[in-house]
């Protein structure tokens, strides 16, 4: 007789535990804004990463109805924001299952939208974007879902009660009764664990402060960090903690000691409570062992998603020369075999498909033959997007007697980002004042769109952070996928991947305390003696380094490797 309460049967080793990864931000579709970042393109990425080693992965986010914000730029540079409107119907499945948690006192009402990931192998993985637009909801209530990163504190620990208590209850509502690894993507999901510590006090009836109720938690538990400096901590004073979450739950956790110095600090929360901890770069997982020294600390470097962020070009060349390649992509190992002539043919289409945007955009006819640097990320000050403009001078006299170049920005600062703003006037009024030179181009709107574009388009991609700031940094992995070579400081992933002259070349050396001269001195002297001379003069050369950029890079730092380390180093513990 079949007893429909047992558990699937576990067919031996072969397939994982389930896994329930939970994100703030997650970037799905270009036509869904539910992300501000870096962190929403990892989840995403690691999702689909998820969906092609066939791992069984939920993804849990919030909904976003008003998504992260519209960017208005004046000739200044001057950043304005507007809400995104969308119809999420347009995308996603709206299914009847409701949860709900105490917000206040009041019985907040959640709803799943559900986005279907479906990978080139026919795996599925759903992930559902948790709603409180719902009328059973106090008008207050029904916001809740709306801004990514609005808000004040009040506004964000409200989300993140949605995000974190929300989303283990919406768990058990779909049914899922037997995930066994709990993935906090950054600190925002933190009060999960105090969810789970509920139910494994209900379940074993013990008081849940009870030591094996707490380490029952902790076995399910795993946290990833992406913060190297200590002000990018999300962190409520008690008051308000106990405001939104009760003085049940603030006792709860002042009586577990998860509490840090009388604040409820999320990054502290989840690393009490996890298992396995991990930065996501080797460089950055040494970083937050300095500033977590309680807690042994792994590294799992960041990787992207290969088929989403390989342009169509060199999709055609991949499919072509090593067609297993989407399927696994340590194949693009092999791409060290395809004749440079049709990488360099593939890059010249990518070229003009991101020149024929740029002018969709902006108006501005760049030149195709003209070598096109890329720069695009957030903006915000550590980033250093101004870092380039430093001496004007010396850029006209590159550009005049080494070889011309031209110049694609783009990025968001956050609306309270006021040194974010700040470059982006600096960026244009470096633009003005090169305009007869050096062609700076700034697209307004950064997005997932764009990014495949740029990132597969330009000649060179240039990243210019303050070290140790950056935890890995992605855009670099996706120009490589596409043959592009990067300019960068070493830190973040960029320490592991690049070798000089190879796959990219370095801005100064990987020593923390090198100072800013000497940082620009070495971009400056990289491009005018070997890179720019380098483009124009030894074109096989450069070929061979987009060549090696995709064999040497692409075929590492991409989410199915990142996500086998998951399963071999995270999700399959005792393995
Ligand atoms: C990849 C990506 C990022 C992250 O870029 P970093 O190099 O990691 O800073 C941010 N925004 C968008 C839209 C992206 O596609």
Not at 83 to 95: M, R, Y
Request: some cysteine; charged content about 20%.
């Amino acid at each position: 007789m079949v007893d429909n309460k047992e558990p699937p049967v576990n067919n031996g080793n072969a397939m994982p535990a389930v896994v329930a990864y939970f994100s703030m931000e997650v970037g799905l579709d270009t036509s869904i804004p539910t992300y501000g970042g870096g962190l929403g393109m990892l989840a995403g990425d690691s999702l689909r990463g998820g969906a092609d080693l066939g791992i069984p992965i939920v993804g849990i986010s919030l909904l976003h109805r008003k998504g992260y914000f519209h960017q208005h730029l004046d000739a200044q540079g001057n950043q304005t924001e507007s809400p995104v409107e969308w119809d999420p119907k347009t995308c996603l499945e709206p299914l009847d299952t409701r949860a709900s948690i105490t917000i206040e006192g009041r019985q907040v009402w959640i709803r799943p939208w559900r986005f279907l990931i479906r990978s080139a192998t026919e795996n599925e993985v759903p992930v559902y974007l948790l709603d409180t637009a719902l009328p059973e909801n106090s008008p207050f209530d029904q916001t809740l879902t709306d801004y990514l990163y609005g808000g004040d504190d009040h506004y964000r620990l409200c989300q993140e009660a949605i995000l974190g208590l929300g989303g283990v209850a919406m768990l058990r509502a779909l049914g899922y009764n037997d995930v066994e690894t709990y993935h906090m993507n950054e600190g925002h999901s933190a009060l999960l664990t105090i969810a789970l510590l509920r139910e494994e006090s209900a379940r074993s009836g013990l008081p849940p402060t009870e030591r094996q109720v707490m380490e029952r938690v902790g076995d399910e538990c795993v946290f990833t960090t992406h913060t190297p400096v200590p002000a990018g901590m999300d962190r409520f004073p008690m008051q308000l903690a106990r405001q939104i979450l009760g003085e049940e739950t603030t006792a709860l956790m002042t009586e577990c000691g998860c509490l840090h110095f009388d604040t409820l600090n999320m990054i502290a929360l989840g690393l009490f409570f996890s298992r396995y901890i991990n930065g996501v770069s080797m460089r950055h997982g040494e970083i937050s062992t300095n500033m977590f020294p309680s807690y042994p600390i792994n590294s799992v470097t960041n990787g992207v998603h290969a088929a989403t962020w390989t342009s169509e070009p060199f999709r055609r060349l991949y499919d072509s020369h090593i067609p297993e390649w989407r399927y696994d992509n340590l194949y693009l190992r092999y791409s060290i075999n395809i004749p440079l002539d049709d990488i360099y043919q593939a890059h010249i289409e990518a070229k003009q498909e991101l020149l024929r945007e740029v002018e969709r955009r902006s108006g501005v006819r760049l030149n195709p033959s003209i070598m096109t640097l890329g720069f695009a990320r957030r903006m915000t000050t550590y980033k250093r997007a101004d870092m380039l403009f430093s001496d004007l001078e010396r850029l006209r006299k590159i550009a005049r007697e080494v070889g011309p170049f031209q110049i694609i920005y783009s990025g968001k600062a956050h609306p309270r980002d006021e040194g974010g703003k700040v470059l982006i006037r600096k960026i244009f009024q470096a633009a003005a004042a090169l305009k007869d030179t050096v062609t700076v181009v700034y697209l307004e709107e950064y997005d997932m769109n764009l990014a495949m574009h740029l990132c597969a388009g330009v000649d060179l991609w240039l990243n210019t952070p303050k070290q140790p700031e950056e935890a890995s940094g992605t855009s670099g992995m996706k120009a490589a996928l596409n043959g592009v070579p990067s300019l960068s400081i070493l830190d973040g992933w960029w320490v592991e991947g690049h070798i000089e002259g190879v796959t990219g070349w370095a801005i100064g050396d990987s020593k923390q305390d090198v100072s800013i001269t000497s940082e620009i001195n070495s971009l400056y002297d990289k491009l005018e003696h070997v890179i720019i001379p380098m483009f124009y003069h030894q074109q096989r050369t450069y070929s061979q380094s987009m060549r090696y950029a995709i064999a040497l890079n692409g075929s590492y730092f991409n989410a199915q490797r990142m996500m086998f380390q998951y399963l071999e180093h995270a999700y399959m513990p005792s393995h």
